[in-house]
């Protein structure tokens, strides 16, 4: 798959939203992870805000945990904004959850997950990137890491590129240290053809895993637990998918714990 130099911007947006967020109890006891406050504005409207910036006006939220409490907020949410059901958040993970959506996975689209946030900046550098897969890279990422005990380095989706500057490693312990290009923050744009192969991919592997869901896939413990690097490192393996790294300095956080939570809250002025 050659890349397009043909700079897309969709209008649709697909936010995977469905997970529990353990690390943030108390918080999550009465809310889903995405609805948590940080820096003074919960993390899924300054997504959407970002998102709207750019001129995405649909947005397909998968949830899961605490689906009644975002039902209950709806309004806050603004225009535009759809849910799709993950009944199965507590055994599954972000690969599986996303296809929960799959009817939505069509055409142009950018795909987030909901426990991150980023300055505007980062929307505009995504928005105008040119390829069929781009991926947002943090260059700087050890920086975001210092102090963060709780939510080690080993636990970030490293990226390394290839000679030609595409991506051609992402994921947890997908690289060294020493040799990673940058973690990728969990935001990504596709192009219609980009969608395409996303889903064919999917969609082949899911047969091959009919029935045998707790095998291993790439390097997830089983395919039910995958992530959806899991299915990008796949793609370039054996699909042969250029992604186009867009490379950022910091200007983003992920909230997975309280320690985390409390940082962003000391730090954050965008």
Not at 76 to 95: H, P, Q, S, W
């Amino acid at each position: 798959m050659s890349s397009s130099a043909e700079v897309v911007r969709p209008s649709r947006a697909v936010i995977i939203a469905a997970g529990m967020g353990k690390r943030l109890q108390p918080f999550t006891d009465v809310m889903p992870k995405s609805l948590v406050p940080v820096a003074g504005r919960e993390m899924m409207f300054r997504i959407l805000d970002c998102c709207r910036s750019q001129g995405v006006d649909e947005f397909v939220i998968i949830r899961g945990y605490k689906a009644d409490v975002m039902q209950q907020r709806k309004a806050e949410f603004g225009e535009g904004v759809r849910f799709v059901e993950n009944a199965d958040y507590e055994r599954n993970n972000i690969l599986q959850s996303l296809f929960k959506a799959e009817a939505d996975l069509q055409g142009p689209l950018y795909i987030s997950y909901s426990d991150i946030f980023w300055a505007p900046e980062v929307s505009k550098a995504l928005a105008e990137a040119s390829g069929d897969i781009c991926l947002v890279i943090d260059t700087d990422y050890a920086t975001v890491y210092e102090g963060r005990t709780d939510h080690p380095l080993s636990q970030g989706e490293l990226s390394t590129l290839d000679a030609d500057g595409f991506v051609n490693k992402v994921g947890k312990c997908s690289c060294d240290f020493s040799v990673a290009f940058g973690e990728f923050i969990g935001l990504a744009k596709f192009s219609a053809k980009g969608t395409q192969l996303l889903v064919e991919t999917y969609k082949e592997l899911e047969k091959e895993y009919a029935g045998t869901t707790d095998k291993p896939f790439v390097r997830a413990p089983s395919w039910s637990q995958a992530y959806l690097c899991d299915l990008l490192e796949y793609m370039i393996e054996k699909k042969g998918a250029k992604m186009t790294p867009v490379p950022i300095k910091g200007l983003w956080r992920e909230i997975d714990t309280l320690q985390d939570k409390a940082k962003a809250d000391a730090e954050v002025t965008w």
